[in-house]
Nanobody, 115 residues
Framework: QVQLVESGGGLVQAGGSLRLSCAAS????????MRWYRQAPGEQRELVALITRGGGADYADYVKGRFTISVDNAKNTVYLQMNSLNTEDTAVYYC?????????WGQGTQVTVSS
């Protein structure tokens, strides 16, 4: 059973930084990619960043240059470093991966950016 547990969310002022963590219950090398999504109130869930098993990363345009995704294979953990946060980054952030057609999601961690 794959479990993903996010942490690191909280309240931060605009311009500040947070680092989110997603700990997997199994080796993350089992997955071809790990992703961070977010969902703001009343909005669709949207992809923020992904990182492949090979280390390649990709980002949504609105976070490029501000967010960085990384992994620690030894800790089975994926991170999302978020800098220069603004109020539009306020959302619940979810970790995601898949094995074949099965999607796995964490419970989410709330990020609130105040002006």
């Amino acid at each position: 059973q794959v479990q993903l547990v996010e942490s690191g969310g909280g309240l931060v002022q605009a311009g500040g930084s947070l680092r989110l963590s997603c700990a997997a219950s199994v080796s993350i090398l089992s997955f071809s990619a790990m992703r961070w999504y977010r969902q703001a109130p009343g909005e669709q869930r949207e992809l923020v960043a992904l990182i492949t098993r090979g280390g390649g990363a990709d980002y949504a345009d609105y976070v490029k240059g501000r967010f960085t995704i990384s992994v620690d294979n030894a800790k089975n953990t994926v991170y999302l470093q978020m800098n220069s946060l603004n109020t539009e980054d306020t959302a619940v952030y979810y970790c995601n991966t898949h094995i074949r057609s099965t999607q796995y999601w964490g419970q989410g961690t709330q990020v609130t950016v105040s002006s």
